[in-house]
C-alpha cells in the first residue's frame, strides 16, 4: 500500500492539490499533511506572517469541509502545528520538521512495513495520473531496494519574466550536469535529492530511523541514509513537476537558488569539471589495493587530506579480513556529502569555466552516444564563451538535452546499487 506524507506552509492551492489525488490510477491508503508555522507568526505583527496564518487557517477549513463532504478518495490524516498553541517552537520548525511528522505518522500506520510505500510530496508539486502507481510498480520490480528517487522536471515557466526563465533553467543544469557526472563515473551516490520526488519502503524508514528533521536538506541526508543501507532505484517512468517559485524558506534549494540567480549570483551552483569526478572514481577504484597491501595510492591523497593519515587503518582492522565489508565502509565514510565537499574545496566557480565545462560534459555525453545536433552546434559556436553569451532558447536547449540523457542512462540503470 501506498501512504503520502505532504508537509505545508501558505500553500493556498494545497485543497486542490489534495483533490487532484482522487485522480491517481493506484489511489494511497492514506495521506498526512502537515500544516505548519512557527508560532512566533501569530504574535511579531509582521504582516507577511499574519498572511501566513490565515492562508494555513483558510486552507485547514477548506480540506476539513471537503472531509466532511466525503470529496477524498482515500484516508485522510490532517496535523495542525500552525495554530496556537501547536504551531512550531523556535527550535523545532521548517519543512525538516513537517516532513518527518508526516512520515512518522505514515510509519505508524503502515500495515505491512515489508511491503508498504512511504511516498514524499510537497504542495506545490504536480504528478501525472500515474505516479503512485508507476513507484509502487518500481519497488515491486526492485523488492530488495531501500529506496527510490524519482525523476523530475521543474514546470515549465514560459509565462515568468525572461530572468526568472533563465534562472530556473540554470539552476536545473547546475543539477543535472552533477547527476550526469556522477552516473558517468559510477559514483555510489549518483542521486538526485528533491523532497517532493523520493519514497522509500516503511521498513527501510524504520531502519534508518527515519528522516532527520534538518531545516534545509532533510531530503539530501535522508536519501543519504538510504543509500548506505540498500540499493536506491533512480528511475520511474512517471515525471514530478517541482515549482519554479522564489523562495526563502529554506537556506538552500529552488527557491533561495533564484533568488540568488535572479541577483547573479551562482557561486553555490557550478558546473563542475568532469576532471573531478574521475579523480574521485579512481579513489573508489583504489580501495581494493589499499587493503590488500595496506598502503594507500596517490589516487587516495585526498582522502588523507580530508580524514587524516592512517583513516583506513581502523576500518581495515574491524573488516574481518573481507575486502568487500571494507571497501563497503570506505564508501560509506566518504559519502554523498564528502564528495561534494570535495567539489566545493577543488573549484571555484565562474560563468566562462562553467562554460567550458559543461561542453566537456557533452563531449563525454557524445561519446557515450548521445550526441545532440543543436548542442553540437552551441558548443562549436564561437560566440559563445560563457554562461552569459547564451540566449533564452539555448538555456531551454541545454535542459532538454541534459534531461534527455539522464532519462536515458537512468533508464539503463535504473538501480543504484547497495555497494
Known sequence: MIYVALPAMDEPDLPARL??????????????????????????????????CRANQ?????????????????GLELIDRFSLPDAWDEKHFGVGWARKTAMDSMARA????????LVCM???????ADYLQDIQKQFDAYPTAAGLSNPYLHVDADTLPEEHQRAILHYETYMRAYALNMILCDHPYAFTAVGS??????????????????????DFYFLQKLAKTGSLIVHSPSVSHPSARLSDRVFFGTGPALQKGLGNRWESYPVYPPALFERMQRAYDALPGLFQRGLPSADLDFWQTAFGPGWWASIRRNSGGRQEQFVHACKEKFDALRSLQFLKAHYRQDDVSDWKNLSLLYRKLSESGLA??????????????????????DWKDIRRYLFSCERHLRQERPLLPAW
Open 372 to 393: 545532440d545536433p543543436k548542442m553540437e552546434a552551441l558548443c562549436r559556436n564561437d560566440a559563445v564563451r560563457s554562461l552569459c553569451d547564451l540566449c533564452l532558447q
Open 197 to 218: 520526488s523520493m519514497a522509500c519502503r516503511v521498513k527501510a524508514y524504520l531502519k534508518i530511523g527515519g528522516i532527520s528533521p534538518f531545516k534545509s536538506g532533510e
Open 19 to 52: 483533490l487532484d489525488l482522487n485522480r491517481q490510477s493506484l489511489l494511497p491508503r492514506t495521506v498526512c499533511v502537515c500544516i505548519n508555522q512557527p508560532r512566533s507568526y501569530h504574535v511579531d505583527g509582521i504582516p507577511a506572517h499574519l498572511r501566513v
Open 58 to 74: 483558510k486552507a485547514y477549513e477548506q480540506i476539513r469541509a471537503w472531509e466532511a463532504e466525503g470529496r477524498f478518495a482515500f
Open 122 to 128: 510537497d504542495a506545490d508539486t504536480s504528478y501525472p
Open 110 to 117: 503502515a500495515r505491512n512495513p515489508e511491503s508498504d510505500i
